[in-house]
């Protein structure tokens, strides 16, 4: 069905082997050099990039153990960086399907039919689980990280997605970053990667190096086309994200706050937006906290109380959107009190 090179790779990310080996993806499973996995022993497929890491439930019976993982239940594999995001979808489409299956047996087993729910994803095809959930405006897929509506419409703009350095909901990019430039034996550096984040990012990172650079031409030129590309290409209704992410990634929620609603009068449904205006309530919160004990914790209080606010929003109108509810999640002792006004439904 789809043929494709790869290498098993070790805990350090290295291949096991010095030539690629071939897979394919059949109507029963994967093949990896011959070897069988069945779609029904998928737990979960994670890609970093041209990487991707398979999880496998807990009674997989597979012929490829010699390459499982010590302390994990799965391996990882490099693929070609081209094919990495179709490969991982077109594997996440079956194993999704079977899970997904799997639920409704069991909810119809338990009399529970009625609370099951589900949806496919526009973009990568994968079956998504939405049983229990209330239905929403948009829907999240976590297989994908891409947002669409309840009418099956792809929605996200571009790459907007949340950045795997800050956690924020921004466009990414591959940005090139080279740091040359030498200012005596104590500060000096040359180095050329590539990074995958965020705009704000981007844009964080260049403003210190800006001005290292300046006088060294490999590492400014770099520098201008990076800061080129984080200011081209932006949707209108976009434009103040990347700032405002900034700022609150620093704790600057008070100035971060104008720019958020200035794009509320365009986008004021969209998840991503709505969850970076709550995250930057939060991290203005918990920097706060962190001199709390010189302060009190008064102050970061209000902040808590509109980051709670806007995530909820958030999920009021994705109610699957993992990252809002993730900070949910890792924050749940952070105590706060509920305005009597809270429950406004006005949006
Ligand atoms: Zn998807
Ligand atoms: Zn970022």
Known sequence: MFDFDFRFLNTDNKPTSFFDKQGSIEDEGVYFAGEILAFEDIQEVVRHRNR??????ADARTAIDEFLLPDFNGFMIRVNEDEAFDIKSMIDRKYTQIQVEKRKEELKSQDELHNFRKAECPTCKSHL???????????????????FNKYGNYTDLNDYKICPVCNYYNRLQIT??????FYGKEDKAFSFEKAYQCDSCTERELRPRFWKNAPFVVGAITDFIAKNRIETDI????????????????????????????????????????????????????????????????????YIREAVRWLSRSIQMCSNYQPAIKLFEDNEELEYEIDDDFEDNDY
């Not at 991707?52 to 439930?57: G, Q, T, V, Y």
């Not at 959930?133 to 948009?138: E, V």
């Open 52 to 57: 991707l890491s398979f999880i496998l439930e």
């Open 129 to 147: 689980d939405l049983s229990y959930l209330k239905p929403t405006k948009y829907i999240f897929c976590r297989y994908c990280d891409s947002i």
């Open 176 to 181: 090139p970053r080279v740091e040359a430039y």
């Open 235 to 302: 949707d209108s209704s976009y434009a103040e994200l990347t700032k405002a992410n900034l700022l609150g990634y620093w704790g600057q929620i008070e100035e971060a706050k104008p720019l958020y609603e200035s794009m509320f009068l365009y986008v004021k449904d969209q998840p991503g937006v709505l969850y970076d205006f709550g995250k930057a309530y939060l991290d203005s919160a918990l920097l706060l906290l962190e001199d709390a004990e010189f302060t009190g914790d008064e102050a970061a209080m209000p």
